[in-house]
């Protein structure tokens, strides 16, 4: 390098350039070479580190550079080891390219600058406890990229991991509850034992990343060292390693935080464990409203206060995109009007917040891994479904639309609770309807569709609407699981249907094994009127009418 070029570098500190006094902390230089490959703002550029600068102020107490050189010894000596360190701790090593710079005014000392280029990969420093941390220029500063900062580094390159899908810092096997590990992974349907997804490197499926790596221990032998993402299912205490792996449940007496407090607690543990007590605990809160505006014989006079469907959705999807590296909780606060659940982290990036507001958005996962696993166990949809379903189910239930808000350090949904309207008065979107459903189910042939259609006129249904085709040509097992996989399917056709205020009274066309057939009225008679059909001579014939008000006893 030349005086001229040392000219130029010493005009002013910048996102390119950084001066210092002795370098006698070898480790700020090298993050500070590391941050400058990283080229968060992608300006192609790379950047200089200059030793031997000392910096003061002019009168105007700007930034003035004085040129105070380094001694021989002392340049080789943070020349090698600032050549070894870039080599040896950090991932992808580095090679900056180093250069010495006679001072006129003193043959003794000189300048020493190493210059770095802009990378195509994400290198990490490799900390004295063993933590791996990707540090990036922020103007003039170098800073640890999190949060937002490490989302755009991840966007702007490829080998960046997800957070939750690096190795955990200090965390061991050790700290994982086993039994639960295993429990949660027993019930994932997974081809092997629990235990063998444990082991460094394993995968739950070609789309999941390990729970579990390897990483160098001392002195030099591997060691396993769980993920983020292994200690956020299983660790019995998460917080441990992810400040913000906890919920804060708030519960108020009346519509504003203004209120007495009733209840208000913390729960951490493994997620699974944390995210099904909390659903049970919101379950003590979901309560019945009497509808005054239906008389005493109308099915619709009782009505829940909220979907448990919907419930559940907001739930998981706050654990699900939430910001793991933020040491904010997921805070569920319930008033006497609705329920409302935020998570820290704004959308994920790539999210359109305006669709997301409507409920018509696909959002994108924060945290793939975790939501493959979330799937494997039920307890989250597939990406796209959750936001539908929580304003369908809402919509159908309260009446009203649940109010999604991203903004940007946190996502809040809201969940409007029924509100009963005095007799007389009917409220928007609970007109009782007139519509008639018709669920047709088969089992062990071929669909009935046709059939059904043929006998509809006859019955006066021909207006109605089929809501659930249902064909399963094979028999079903006698293996008790088999059994309730196929019964929770048509369940789940079937439950939208039942709590829908359009329609009226349902009718069921159903052929197959006797025993499911009362099921399915057990789930529909308590809601509204049922019409189960027979098959007789061609066609379908009404063979009973179920009614809620029939089968109450009276005192």
């Known amino acids: 390098m030349s005086p001229l070029d040392l000219d130029r570098l010493l005009r002013q500190e910048d996102a ?27 300006s192609g550029t790379g950047g200089w580190v200059v030793c031997g600068i000392e910096e003061g102020r002019d009168e105007h107490g700007f930034a003035l550079p004085r040129r105070v050189g380094l001694a021989a010894r002392r340049l080789q000596e943070i020349k090698g080891k600032v050549l070894a360190w870039c080599r040896e701790r950090v991932s992808p090593p580095l090679l900056p390219v180093a250069d010495e710079i006679s001072l006129a005014e003193d043959p003794s000392r000189r300048i020493l600058t190493f210059y770095i280029s802009s990378s195509l990969h994400a290198h990490t420093f490799r900390e004295q406890d063993g933590s791996t941390r990707y540090w990036v220029r922020h103007g003039s500063e170098t800073v640890e990229a999190r949060g937002e900062l490490l989302r755009t580094l991840q ?124 659903i049970d605990r919101l379950q003590l809160y979901m309560g019945t409203s009497i509808d005054k505006s239906a008389s005493a014989v109308e099915i619709q006079q009782n009505r829940p206060r909220y979907s448990l469907k919907a419930l559940q959705e907001a739930v998981v999807n706050a654990f699900a995109h939430r910001d793991y590296e933020s040491h904010e909780p997921v805070r569920v606060t319930v008033f006497s009007d609705r329920i409302e659940i935020v998570s820290p982290g704004g959308p994920s990036p790539g999210s359109d917040p305006d669709r997301l507001r409507k409920g018509d958005a696909q959002p994108l996962w924060r945290n793939p891994s975790l939501a493959s696993f979330l799937l494997k166990l039920q307890l989250a949809q597939a ?173």
């Open 155 to 278: 966007q702007g390159k490829t080998d960046v991991p997800p957070f939750l899908q690096r190795p955990c810092p200090g965390a061991t096997l050790a700290d994982l509850d086993l039994f639960a590990a295993e429990s949660f992974l027993g019930r994932a349907d997974l081809p092997q034992p629990p235990g063998e997804y444990l082991k460094p490197g394993a995968r739950l499926d070609a789309f999941s990343h390990p729970l579990v790596v390897s990483q160098a221990g001392s002195p030099g032998e591997p060691r396993p060292v769980p993920t983020y993402l292994a200690v956020l299912l299983f660790c019995r205490e998460p917080t441990r390693f992810l400040p913000g792996a906890y919920t804060v449940f708030s519960v108020y007496d009346g519509v504003s935080r203004t209120e007495t407090h009733s209840t208000r607690f913390q729960a951490t543990g493994p997620l699974p464990s944390l995210i099904r007590d909390l």
């Open 16 to 42: 390119h350039v950084e001066w210092k006094r002795r370098a006698a902390d070898i480790e700020d230089v090298v993050k500070t070479l590391s941050a400058f490959a990283n080229d968060l703002a992608g």
């Open 383 to 555: 990406v796209g479904q959750g936001l539908g379903t929580i304003f369908r189910e809402t919509l159908a239930t309260a009446g009203r639309e649940p109010e999604i808000l991203p903004g940007t350090n946190s996502f809040e949904v809201t969940l409007p609770a029924f509100q009963p309207s005095p007799r007389g008065e009917r409220k928007p979107g609970f007109e009782e309807g007139d519509r008639q459903g018709l669920l047709l189910i088969s089992i062990g042939g071929k669909s009935i569709r046709s059939v059904v259609e043929h006998s509809m006129p006859e019955h006066g249904l021909a207006d109605a609407e089929i809501l659930v085709d249902f064909t399963l040509s094979e028999y079903v097992s006698p293996d008790v699981q088999h059994w309730e996989a196929e019964a929770a399917r048509i369940r789940d056709q079937i439950r939208d249907w039942v709590e829908d205020p359009r329609f009226s009274r349902l009718h069921l066309f159903y052929r197959g094994p006797v025993v499911i057939a009362p099921l399915l009225g057990a789930l529909i008679v308590p809601a509204k009127p049922l019409v189960v059909y027979h098959y007789e001579d061609g066609q379908y014939r009404p063979a009973c009418t179920f009614d809620r008000r029939f089968l109450i006893g009276k005192d």
